[in-house]
Nanobody, 124 residues
Framework: QLVESGGGLVQPGDSLRLSCAAS????????IGWFRQAPGKEREGVSCINRRHIITNYADSVKGRFTISRDNAKNTVYLQMNSLKPEDTAVYYC???????????????????WGQGTQVTVSA
């Protein structure tokens, strides 16, 4: 099970930190990805961190603003989001794929487990 938290309503330029808490599987065997889906748009891969958090991946749209990290002792992955923009508004999901972030890390199809999502709204 994956449970996201930390979403909310913020103004442009603000920051948020999302959390993804895992249970029911061996967390440090899995890479974790963050996705987002805005109304009327396809689900978009945002970032991925592999099981030993050595390798991370980011979508071009968030590079330099978002940082993914994980604490295997707490079975939790974080997404620090800075300099938020209105176009970052979406439901954010975390998902788990076995072992490492694959070359197809931004494809939802490679993930086995999903959370229920947390809403992030960026608006003045």
């Amino acid at each position: 099970q994956l449970v996201e938290s930390g979403g909310g309503l913020v103004q442009p330029g603000d920051s948020l930190r999302l959390s993804c808490a895992a249970s029911g599987f061996t967390f440090d065997y899995y890479a974790i990805g963050w996705f987002r889906q805005a109304p009327g748009k396809e689900r978009e891969g945002v970032s991925c961190i592999n099981r030993r958090h050595i390798i991370t991946n980011y979508a071009d749209s968030v590079k330099g603003r978002f940082t993914i990290s994980r604490d295997n002792a707490k079975n939790t992955v974080y997404l620090q989001m800075n300099s938020l923009k209105p176009e970052d508004t979406a439901v954010y999901y975390c998902a788990a794929q076995r072992s490492y972030c694959s070359p197809m890390w931004s494809s939802a199809n490679v993930y086995a487990y999903w959370g229920q999502g947390t809403q992030v709204t960026v608006s003045a």
